[in-house]
């Protein structure tokens, strides 16, 4: 009799595990079989390497990027007198994510032995011989020779559209070339586009403000975003202008005849991106707190004085141990922003607060509309998977939303408890 219960026991056991497995395969989708999970380690862009495309006109593309000769190894050469760096840029624009049917690819490599002693920005401009009239998929490679090391980068390229997101090209006011789509509050930046058009219209939206909530909280909360000022200025017969960046929020640049395609700035405090003050900095402690934990922490009105409280509480008393802890979180953090800012600062995303909490994806899959995150193995019974949606809120304005899973809850309060260990 007990035979037969224990082999019951067996087929009932054998069976869950098979239902298990069959769920989580089943959320599986068709992705890019490129794991792109080295994108998110922030320290792996070592030369602080920056790309873009610009149409000069209708049937010109121009590829532009800056490299740091500081993240650059200059190798000695033979006489012992001479450093060098040497690197190469490699490109490939394909018609789709899996990079099979590539239309143009082409590496070209660079030295340097006159700036070993100098902080510079090697900026490199060159021509792309194609046209085409609906997007491509860039992938561009920064290989520093010297160290065999590289980072990649990815981004859409878009057609000519007289008026679209390649059109227009963002300067500083020192003229240098604006190629991250993140700036801090300055006095103004200028614009300059490959056609004089009647106007350029600058829209500014806030910041979302409200916090991510956990992966296991299926109500999901809608963005919205609200139109706070309208600019039209008049461009006449000129192709570059100048306007005032002095509020954080989000900016959307168009031309006046092309609304369904806009040029996005985001625009931060001063200390981005890190926590713009101590208010800030306790608010990211929601994500680690119980109810009661995260009232107290608002109750204090010294926020430096609650943050250092809650840190020495949980390292129960022992100071090396909280500072340790304090910077494993809050370098979380401005990691999150630094890769995830886009209607909102990164870490009060969904992507930011899995980043927080979890740390580094082991495995990051892409496809045209889908981020799929895997901690651990791939489609492993205890691996965790995390889901984001690539949504439009604006022309131009985009969110991955995460897709909620009461299951799991005790793998995050897990991993919550680890943070305060």
């Known amino acids: 009799m007990k035979t037969i219960f224990y082999k019951y026991l067996l087929l009932i056991v054998s069976?869950?595990?098979f239902l298990l497995c069959m769920e989580s395969c089943s959320k599986k989708i068709t992705m890019n079989a490129?794991?792109?999970?080295?994108?998110?380690?922030?320290?792996?862009?070592?030369?602080?390497?920056?790309?873009?495309?610009?149409?000069?006109?209708?049937?010109?593309?121009?590829?532009?990027?800056?490299?740091?000769?500081?993240?650059?190894?200059?190798?000695?050469?033979?006489?012992?007198?001479e450093y060098t760096a040497n690197y190469s840029i490699s490109i490939k624009l394909a018609n789709s994510i899996t990079r099979k049917d590539v239309v143009f690819a082409q590496t070209i490599e660079f030295s340097d032995s006159l700036n070993f002693l100098n902080k510079i920005n090697f900026i490199h401009e060159f021509n792309v011989p194609i046209q085409f009239d609906s997007p491509l998929y860039a992938i561009v490679e920064l290989r520093d020779i010297n160290l065999d090391k590289k980072y990649t980068e990815q981004l859409m390229v878009y057609p000519y559209e007289n008026g679209g997101i390649n059109d227009l090209i963002l300067y500083d006011d020192a003229e240098e070339i604006l190629f991250k789509n993140e700036i801090k509050v300055r006095d103004e930046i200028i614009v300059r586009s490959n056609k004089a058009y009647d106007s350029l219209i600058i829209e500014i939206y806030p910041f979302t403000e409200h916090l991510a909530t956990p992966p296991f909280v299926t109500e999901q909360k809608d963005i919205n975003l609200i139109k706070s000022i309208e600019s039209r200025i008049a461009v006449e017969d000129s192709l570059s202008l100048k306007f005032a960046v002095n509020q954080p929020g989000i900016y959307r640049i168009r031309s006046s005849n092309h609304a369904s395609s806009a040029y996005t700035l985001n625009v931060f405090d001063e200390n981005f991106p890190s926590a713009?003050?101590?208010?800030?900095?306790?608010?990211?402690?929601?994500?680690?707190?119980?109810?009661?934990?995260?009232?107290?922490?608002?109750?204090?009105?010294?926020?430096?004085?609650?943050?250092?409280?809650?840190?020495?509480?949980?390292?129960?008393?022992?100071?090396?141990?909280?500072?340790?802890?304090?910077?494993?979180?809050?370098?979380?953090?401005?990691?999150?922003?630094?890769?995830?800012?886009?209607?909102s600062k990164g870490w009060k995303s969904d992507r930011g607060i899995i980043y927080m909490i979890y740390g580094q994806p082991d495995y990051v899959?892409?496809?045209?509309?889908?981020?799929?995150?895997?901690?651990?193995?791939?489609?492993?019974?205890?691996?965790?998977?995390?889901?984001?949606?690539?949504?439009i809120i604006e022309p131009g304005i985009e969110e991955f939303i995460l897709e909620k899973d009461p299951q799991t809850k005790n793998n995050w309060f897990k991993k919550v408890e680890m943070l305060r260990k």
């Open 15 to 17: 069976t869950s595990i």
């Open 34 to 81: 490129i794991n792109y999970s080295s994108y998110y380690s922030h320290q792996s862009n070592f030369a602080d390497f920056e790309v873009k495309f610009y149409h000069p006109d209708a049937v010109r593309t121009m590829f532009l990027c800056s490299v740091n000769n500081m993240g650059l190894k200059y190798k000695r050469g033979e006489s012992g007198k």
């Open 276 to 343: 713009a003050n101590h208010q800030e900095m306790r608010s990211a402690l929601r994500y680690i707190t119980n109810n009661d934990e995260y009232k107290a922490l608002l109750r204090q009105t010294n926020a430096k004085y609650a943050i250092d409280s809650f840190w020495m509480e949980v390292a129960l008393g022992n100071d090396d141990l909280a500072l340790t802890l304090i910077k494993k979180y809050y370098g979380r953090m401005e990691n999150a922003n630094s890769l995830f800012s886009k209607t």
């Open 365 to 391: 899959y892409k496809n045209d509309e889908i981020e799929e995150w895997w901690y651990g193995e791939p489609n492993v019974l205890y691996s965790e998977q995390f889901m984001f949606n690539r949504t």
